[in-house]
């Protein structure tokens, strides 16, 4: 026995002497920062008044997001000259290439995160030259009629395993849902008992109609509204003070996303075209570093393609975050040549978020560690090759 533990120590004394870790690619692939609600039709949910947001526009960044994200911006840098892949100058695509998804929340989050980053450098926002770009547009893909069914059942199988009764009571008293003119004119006033419509449709977003999707579209701009900083009374109108709170409608919107985005099928049909994009980068192409500004669509199938183990975030009561970023690292051992891939949900807090806290080195975001779970770990780590592998599986149909 005291063997075995000396045997350990050893390997261990020597594994930490014998490594010299260098970082030398990063892929950053973010969700776009704090934006307007995107339901038009939140009015028809609740008798109350909604507050009432500077910018009109449904699903625009605004500028307390902007604000947000140009520290997550201000930081990313400090981080990435600190490791050594960038250094005082203006990067060139080489060392640093951003790519974006079209919409307006998207382009504006990856300039506000480059203006702050890199002021006066003059970097190029890429984007695709079709209004719909099909590498961030979480759309099904899958033509045949077995897909679609296999998809549905794994859907419903989600759906039927998730727990929101009391979820659910709490939120139409929020609302004082029964008040709503959507219960008085469409006579559905039970979010326990009415139903959820299941949708899968080729070229289609996977979605769901009912109580689950009112609750989501509701609980999406309470959240909004609290990042946005508005007075804790105007927030879901002061009926969610504390974490337990916020905890049990959350998972309202957990169980939104889990049906439409965490289902194997659904996950890897969604999220090929980002992931050839990805590993195309990772790959083939040496951009050191590259940010890509997208939805929590991509960030959840992704996750879930990419099979990453479950993992809670800290002071957050998202799953994906407004300008969270998932962060995907090439370490390199300089003295055995190995790589490693290391992956890390880099986000702020919530009080960060509603706060407007500057980031830095000395007051980072937050770093969550996610590990693969179709990886053969070695000492804590997945090899570069097997992550490549991984990422090769997902390719084929
Ligand atoms: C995307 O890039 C093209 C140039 O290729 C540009 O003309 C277009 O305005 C950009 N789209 C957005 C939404 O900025
Ligand atoms: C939730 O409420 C419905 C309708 O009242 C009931 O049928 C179901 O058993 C409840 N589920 C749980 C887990 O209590
Ligand atoms: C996806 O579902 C799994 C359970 O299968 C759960 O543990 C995980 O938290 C979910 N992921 C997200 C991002 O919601
Ligand atoms: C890697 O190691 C070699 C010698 O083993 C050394 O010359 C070189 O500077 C190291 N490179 C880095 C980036 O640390
Ligand atoms: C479509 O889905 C079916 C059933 O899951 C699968 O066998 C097939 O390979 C998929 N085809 C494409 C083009 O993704």
């Given at each position: 026995?005291?063997?075995?533990?000396?045997?350990?120590?050893?390997?261990?004394?020597?594994?930490?002497?014998?490594?010299?870790?260098?970082?030398?690619?990063?892929?950053?692939?973010?969700?776009?920062?704090?934006?307007?609600?995107?339901?038009?039709?939140?009015?028809?949910?609740?008798?109350?008044?909604?507050?009432?947001?500077?910018?009109?526009?449904?699903?625009?960044?605004?500028?307390?997001?902007?604000?947000?994200?140009?520290?997550?911006?201000?930081?990313?840098k400090q981080w990435l000259q600190n490791e050594g892949l960038l250094d005082d100058a203006?990067?060139?695509?080489?060392?640093?290439?951003?790519?974006?998804?079209?919409?307006?929340?998207?382009?504006?989050?990856?300039?506000?995160?480059?203006?702050?980053?890199?002021?006066?450098?003059?970097?190029?926002?890429?984007?695709?030259?079709?209004?719909?770009?099909?590498?961030?547009?979480?759309?099904?893909?899958?033509?045949?009629?077995?897909?679609?069914?296999?998809?549905?059942?794994?859907?419903?199988?989600?759906?039927?395993?998730?727990?929101?009764?009391?979820?659910?009571?709490?939120?139409?008293d929020i609302l004082d849902y029964k008040q709503s003119e959507y219960c008085l004119l469409?006579?559905?006033?039970?979010?326990?008992?009415?139903?959820?419509?299941?949708?899968?449709?080729?070229?289609?977003?996977?979605?769901?109609?009912?109580?689950?999707?009112?609750?989501?579209?509701?609980?999406?701009?309470?959240?909004?509204?609290?990042?946005?900083?508005?007075?804790?009374?105007?927030?879901?109108?002061?009926?969610?003070?504390?974490?337990?709170?916020?905890?049990?409608?959350?998972?309202?919107?957990?169980?939104?996303?889990?049906?439409?985005?965490?289902?194997?099928?659904?996950?890897?049909?969604?999220?090929?075209?980002?992931?050839?994009?990805?590993?195309?980068?990772?790959?083939?192409?040496?951009?050191?570093?590259?940010?890509?500004?997208?939805?929590?669509?991509?960030?959840?199938?992704?996750?879930?393609?990419?099979?990453?183990?479950p993992y809670s975030l800290k002071n957050q009561y998202e799953m994906t975050p407004a300008?969270?970023?998932?962060?995907?690292?090439?370490?390199?051992?300089?003295?055995?040549?190995?790589?490693?891939?290391?992956?890390?949900?880099?986000?702020?807090?919530?009080?960060?978020?509603?706060?407007?806290?500057?980031?830095?080195?000395?007051?980072?975001?937050?770093?969550?560690?996610?590990?693969?779970?179709?990886?053969?770990?070695?000492?804590?780590?997945?090899?570069?090759?097997?992550?490549?592998?991984?990422?090769?599986?997902?390719?084929?149909?």
């Amino acid at each position: 026995m005291l063997l075995v533990i000396l045997l350990v120590l050893i390997s261990v004394i020597q594994g930490d002497c014998e490594q010299d870790f260098k970082l030398q690619q990063v892929l950053i692939l973010s969700r776009h920062n704090v934006r307007t609600p995107l339901s038009k039709n939140l009015a028809n949910f609740t008798p109350k008044s909604w507050p009432s947001w500077k910018e009109k526009k449904s699903g625009y960044l605004t500028a307390k997001g902007a604000l947000l994200e140009g520290f997550m911006g201000e930081y990313f840098k400090q981080w990435l000259q600190n490791e050594g892949l960038l250094d005082d100058a203006c990067p060139n695509e080489n060392s640093f290439f951003v790519y974006a998804n079209t919409a307006q929340r998207t382009m504006a989050s990856a300039y506000a995160f480059v203006d702050k980053a890199f002021p006066n450098c003059d970097i190029k926002i890429h984007n695709s030259s079709v209004t719909t770009d099909p590498i961030f547009n979480p759309v099904i893909h899958n033509r045949s009629a077995i897909f679609r069914q296999e998809a549905i059942e794994e859907m419903q199988t989600l759906l039927k395993s998730l727990h929101l009764n009391n979820s659910y009571r709490d939120l139409e008293d929020i609302l004082d849902y029964k008040q709503s003119e959507y219960c008085l004119l469409e006579g559905k006033c039970d979010f326990i008992t009415d139903k959820n419509k299941i949708f899968v449709n080729v070229g289609l977003k996977p979605n769901l109609e009912g109580p689950l999707k009112i609750s989501k579209s509701v609980i999406d701009s309470f959240i909004m509204e609290n990042y946005e900083g508005f007075p804790l009374k105007e927030v879901a109108w002061g009926q969610l003070i504390n974490t337990k709170q916020w905890d049990l409608v959350l998972e309202l919107s957990k169980g939104y996303h889990s049906t439409i985005f965490n289902t194997t099928l659904i996950a890897r049909d969604l999220a090929r075209p980002l992931l050839k994009y990805m590993r195309d980068i990772l790959v083939n192409k040496h951009h050191r570093t590259t940010l890509l500004m997208g939805h929590d669509a991509n960030i959840y199938t992704v996750l879930k393609a990419l099979d990453i183990m479950p993992y809670s975030l800290k002071n957050q009561y998202e799953m994906t975050p407004a300008g969270g970023k998932l962060v995907f690292q090439r370490w390199v051992d300089n003295i055995s040549g190995q790589g490693y891939v290391k992956i890390d949900y880099v986000y702020q807090a919530t009080e960060q978020m509603r706060q407007g806290k500057s980031l830095s080195l000395k007051n980072p975001p937050e770093f969550t560690p996610l590990k693969l779970g179709g990886c053969k770990y070695v000492n804590g780590l997945c090899p570069w090759d097997e992550f490549v592998q991984l990422l090769d599986n997902l390719m084929e149909a």
